[in-house]
């Protein structure tokens, strides 16, 4: 009963393919967020949604497009991967309303490798 | 530019003794401070928080001390126990969309 499960854990491809990353949470939030670790270790915010809307997009190269079928679930799929796409992404979601008391509830990241 | 300093990588303590883990941050468009504790092979887990208009704020063997005046966070935790090994990452809400700004984390090690 994991509340923010993101499959797969280890992601392993070539250079130029295409690869998506599934994200769930059955906690009833409506906020759901994809954040990058990269190799300086700082997590940054890619996108978030709300209830299946779009309403942050970081400056993220056009490769990436997350998609969001219901509020439980945001995936993010990545086009003709490069070797700098290298990183662990993580899945996270938040309560209605995102306010500044708001936590975030984080799935256990995905180590994406490109070779 | 980093905006959130977290300037030492690791820190090791003795069980029982006191951790100090230091942030420090750069634009005061910040109005909301937050620790997360992230182990290894998971995700970050939301620790302690403190908002703007307070100094402090504790809960348990957990305290965060705010000076908005030095932009300085720190996280105080007392007493240490070997559970309480992992990444340390001081986080900063701010701006309209309340988006998180992330330090690069502190490893802490909690010896037996």
């Known amino acids: 009963d994991t509340a923010v499960s993101q499959t797969p854990k280890y992601l392993v491809t070539q250079m130029g393919n295409d690869k998506s990353i599934k994200c769930e949470q059955n906690?009833?939030?409506?906020?759901m967020y994809w954040y990058k670790q990269d190799s300086k270790k700082f997590l940054k915010i890619m996108f978030s949604y709300n209830n299946k809307e779009l309403i942050i997009n970081e400056t993220v190269p056009n490769r990436f497009s997350p998609k969001s079928p219901d509020k439980a679930h945001l995936n993010l799929h990545i086009n003709s991967l490069e070797l700098g796409d290298s990183a662990v992404y993580f899945c996270?979601?938040?309560?209605?309303?995102?306010?500044?008391?708001?936590?975030?509830?984080f799935g256990s990241g995905t180590q994406l490798s490109v070779l | 530019d980093q905006q959130v300093k977290q300037n030492s990588p690791s820190l090791s303590v003795q069980e029982g003794r006191i951790s100090i883990l230091n942030c420090d941050y750069t634009?005061?468009?910040?109005?909301?401070f937050l620790w997360y504790k992230k182990y290894p092979a998971e995700g970050p887990t939301f620790l302690i928080s403190i908002s703007s208009i307070k100094d402090k704020n504790e809960d348990g063997r957990f305290t965060v001390f705010l000076n908005k005046s030095a932009k300085h966070l720190s996280l105080h935790i007392v007493p240490s126990q070997p559970g309480d090994s992992a990444v340390y990452f001081c986080?900063?809400?701010?701006?309209?969309?309340?988006?998180?700004?992330f330090g690069k984390g502190t490893l802490l090690t909690v010896n037996p």
């Open positions: 906690l009833g939030h409506d906020t």
């Open positions: 634009n005061s468009m910040f109005d909301y």
């Open positions: 986080v900063l809400k701010g701006g309209s969309n309340y988006k998180l700004t």
């Open positions: 996270a979601s938040s309560r209605p309303g995102g306010g500044v008391r708001e936590k975030l509830f």
